[in-house]
């Protein structure tokens, strides 16, 4: 039961990771909306690559 709610955590965590890079890029490309839906994407993405 313990690795279930471990791998949860880590995968929240890919998101959060993701989320914040997409913010940072956002602003420095002076497009937000963008930066977060390509932060969703990574960090989306990280999940599945982790689990393989």
Avoid: H, R
Avoid at 25 to 46: M, R
């Amino acid at each position: 039961m313990k690795n279930n709610k471990n791998k949860d955590e880590n995968s929240n965590n890919n998101l959060a990771i993701g989320i914040s890079l997409g913010l940072l890029f956002g602003l420095l490309w002076d497009n937000l909306a963008l930066g977060l839906a390509l932060g969703v994407a990574i960090g989306s993405l990280s999940k599945s690559y982790k689990k393989k």
